[in-house]
């Protein structure tokens, strides 16, 4: 039982334009969720989170959108760039305790020159 | 330089044959958990450990085991691996303290069971 899915396997866009990843969860509970990046033979990298007393969150080009009503949320790059072309995971957890979180299957990124 | 380290990187064993993947981290973290990664599943959780001598099972522990007799070191062992525990495994680390849920991953264990 998937609680958190990325249901785009892969995604391409354009260098320079805005990629949006999206994710969604089913369990309530959770309160917590993360973006991982990971390149090919590294392990993933904490890129950002957001709590769910907040909707959005910002670090310079990557802005995270929180929906809890309709429990979804979404990774917006702008502008992208092909460093960014990578395989992003998004997670969710329930007061941000590790051995509580869940891992969607991946959403694999092509940023095109 | 702050890392989790894996190793072997790669390892091709045969069914049965009972292999231990290590991993240690120089950060002083509490926290330490096995992860595997499987297509269209993402990471899924093996074991996790909230402190020395403290472990705990977490969504797919069965053929697994781990022990944590220092906090730098958390190795993974199969006692008799079989095929479906083909697979890319990541340990990871965090402060146990605070919500950030931030994990530091090591590079991943590519192992394949004949």
């Known amino acids: 039982d998937q609680q958190v899915k990325q249901n785009s396997p892969s995604l391409s866009v354009q260098e320079g334009r805005i990629s949006i990843l999206n994710c969604d969860y089913t369990?309530?509970?959770?309160?917590?969720f993360l973006w991982y990046k990971k390149y090919p033979a590294e392990g993933p990298t904490f890129l950002i989170s957001?709590?769910?007393?907040?909707d959005k969150n910002e670090d310079g080009r990557f802005t995270v959108f929180l929906n809890k009503s309709a429990k979804h949320l979404s990774l917006h790059i702008v502008p992208s760039q092909p460093g960014d072309s990578a395989v992003y995971f998004c997670a969710a957890s329930d007061g941000g305790n590790n051995n509580d979180m869940r891992f969607g299957a991946g959403t694999r990124l092509t940023v095109k020159p | 330089e702050a890392q989790v380290t894996q190793n072997p990187r790669y390892l091709i064993t045969v069914t049965g044959k009972k292999l231990t993947v290590t991993c240690s981290q120089n950060m002083n973290h509490e926290y330490m958990s096995w992860y595997r990664q499987d297509p269209g599943l993402g990471l899924r959780q093996i074991y996790y450990s909230m402190n020395v001598e403290v472990t705990d099972k977490g969504d797919v522990p069965e053929g697994y085991k781990v022990s944590r007799k220092e906090k730098r070191n958390f190795p993974l062992i199969l006692e008799s691996p079989s095929p479906n525990q083909t697979s890319l495994y990541f340990c990871?680390?965090?402060?146990?303290?605070?919500?950030?849920?931030?994990?530091?991953f090591g590079e991943g264990s590519r192992l394949t069971v004949l």
């Open positions: 369990n309530s509970m959770f309160d917590y």
């Open positions: 957001i709590s769910s007393i907040k």
């Open positions: 990871a680390s965090s402060l146990l303290t605070g919500n950030t849920g931030e994990l530091f």
